[in-house]
């Protein structure tokens, strides 16, 4: 049976090595796999040099309607220049003009719901260094430990590319807007984390806001009010509830096999994600994460039910 307000089909898919637990908006993920520049790749999500660290191609397995950056009618009541994030819809939202807003996909993780409200942007990073807390190498020691002394910053760094931190009373509220090093996870729900974008977009994103930014983080009610209900499939993306014919298919491909258990996938994750831990503090290069399928059977998978 099919439950009502944002319902979910099925637990969030992990899909990759270090999509796991974290308390304060990032969790240490495997490195990724450059995508080579395509014709099927717009422009925007090309590989593009930044600095000296090229960006990767986003694959086009990710980049279906919800998530790839476009510009949309906007009905809320937040004036130009405020970013609005709907961490229910996994949307942002950069309100350009009145009634006119450059729309990203985000994931969004357990600290993505736990803020509401207003803030500002207060502070910028390019490629912002992380270092997991107490708490989280006392609750996985084997993940976290050999982290403890924190990571640099750089593409297999969880903050990705970018960062806005933002503040409320002049205090940091911990709540974070930043890019990724796991493209596949743009769209769905992590484990924990807060508000993630393609490294493309955040990097345009950051240029375009000032110090000083607004930003509106909806709740649940509003989200309901201003997007609609949603339903999260079984692969871990959300589509309106009106659209039956996606919806159906999801169903069917989850009971044909073709979309890979979440426990199993939750597993393979977070041993991988150990590995990859203990690969880094010993100063070698993670493995990208490689579950029973290969990638372009997933992407095949995905571009299939998107």
């Not at 743009?186 to 930003?215: H, K, W």
């Not at 490689?290 to 039910?305: F, M, N, Q, T, V």
Request: with cysteine; proline share 8%; aromatic share 6%.
């Amino acid at each position: 049976m099919i439950r009502p307000v944002l319902r979910v089909l099925r637990p969030a898919l992990l899909v990759s090595a270090l999509a796991v637990a974290l308390a304060a908006c990032g969790a240490p993920q495997t490195a990724p796999t450059a995508t080579p520049s395509s014709a099927n790749v717009p422009a925007e999500y090309q590989a593009r040099p930044d600095g000296d660290i090229t960006i990767p191609a986003v694959s086009p397995a990710y980049l279906n309607d919800h998530n790839r950056r476009q510009w949309v009618d906007y009905n809320g009541p937040e004036r130009a220049g405020t970013i609005v994030v709907d961490p229910y819809a996994r949307y942002l939202y950069h309100v350009v003009e009145p009634g006119r807003a450059m729309r990203f996909g985000v994931a969004v993780g357990k600290a993505g719901k736990g803020f509401k409200g207003s803030a500002t942007v207060r502070r910028k990073e390019q490629y912002p260094s992380w270092t997991p807390t107490k708490n989280m190498v006392r609750s996985d020691p084997d993940l976290y430990g050999p982290l403890a002394g924190g990571l640099k910053g750089g593409l297999d760094n969880p903050l990705g590319a970018r960062a806005l931190y933002l503040y409320r009373g002049g205090r940091d509220t911990m709540y974070r807007i930043h890019g990724t090093m796991d493209p596949s996870s743009i769209g769905r729900a992590t484990s924990a984390g807060c508000i993630r974008l393609f490294n493309q977009d955040i990097i345009d994103l950051y240029d375009e806001m000032d110090l000083g930014t607004p930003v509106k983080v909806r709740t649940l009610s509003e989200s309901l009010e201003l997007e609609g209900e949603m339903v999260e499939l079984h692969t871990g993306y959300l589509v309106p509830a009106t659209d039956t014919a996606a919806i159906a298919a999801d169903q069917a491909a989850w009971e044909a096999g073709q979309i890979l258990d979440p426990a199993v996938a939750e597993a393979q994750s977070h041993a991988a994600a150990v590995a990859a831990a203990e690969a880094t503090a010993a100063g070698k290069t993670p493995q990208p994460y490689d579950p029973s399928k290969s990638a372009e059977e997933r992407e095949a998978l995905l571009i299939g039910a998107n």
